[in-house]
């Protein structure tokens, strides 16, 4: 069974590119949103397994990335959350992995090669074969970066 994705993202270019990864990795993109609003319909119609989430997106109707994180986390505990923002790590990539996001990746250079591990532990069905080319890999290789 395929693990159900949902991409919250404005950037339309790199929500293709995380598209592209994850179903490489065996994902099924069920739903794309650009705003966290969006994201939260889109969360709640589809109840994916995976949710990439930009931090860094439109605030409309008073619902932001920070809120749409914290709703996943209280809904449904057992989905996984990848936090990405241009913002370096810094205190608030520590609130998001302490809030239980598997990690927070910073664009423009996101490297899935960091995930491959917490993503095989959490769900074996993703196909090896893409995870050990992830690891290996060039990290100048465009099929290593998002």
Sequence with gaps: MAIRALLVEDSIPI???LRRRLERLGCDVVGEAGTAEEGLERFHELLPDLVTLDLMMPDINGIDAKQL???I????PKAVVIVISVRPKSIEASA???EGALAYLEKP???LASLTKPLARIFPELKPGVFSKLTTGSTNDPDNRL
């Design 69 to 71: 994180f914290r709703t």
């Design 15 to 17: 929500r293709a590119l």
């Design 96 to 98: 998001f992995l302490r």
């Design 73 to 76: 986390r209280t809904e449904s």
């Design 109 to 111: 250079f996101i490297s």
